[in-house]
């Protein structure tokens, strides 16, 4: 978990108001924050992919490459919703 606070450390944005008012749940406020914005991404992912592929000239290793990109941010999402859980 000490990970995750030292990525979100070095944000560029600053918090919303809700994550930066959390008190003694900041930790987990700031998982619900980076999991919020691993799903825009993995959403942006889906877009893209979908895009890629639907074009008639689709570029193959983009294509394969956007998945694994999709597939890595899912994998991190899981492991981030096991850590809210457990």
Same mark, same amino acid.
Do not use: F, W
């Given at each position: 978990? &000490? %990970?995750?606070?030292?990525?979100? $450390?070095?944000? %560029? ?10 008190? $003694?749940? %900041?930790?987990? $406020? !700031?998982?619900?924050?980076? !999991?919020?914005?691993?799903? $825009? ?19 193959? !290793?983009?294509? &394969?490459?956007?998945?694994? &990109? ?9 492991? !981030? ?6």
């Amino acid at each position: 978990m &000490s %990970q995750i606070k030292t990525r979100l $450390a070095g944000r %560029q944005r600053p918090l919303a108001p809700a994550v930066r008012a959390c008190g $003694a749940n %900041q930790e987990e $406020a !700031l998982m619900n924050a980076r !999991l919020i914005s691993l799903r $825009a991404r993995h959403g942006a992912l889906d877009r893209e992919v979908r895009s890629e592929a639907a074009r008639l000239s689709a570029d193959n !290793l983009k294509v &394969s490459a956007l998945k694994r &990109s999709k597939l890595a941010t899912r994998d991190e999402i899981a492991r !981030l919703e096991a850590g809210l859980t457990a």
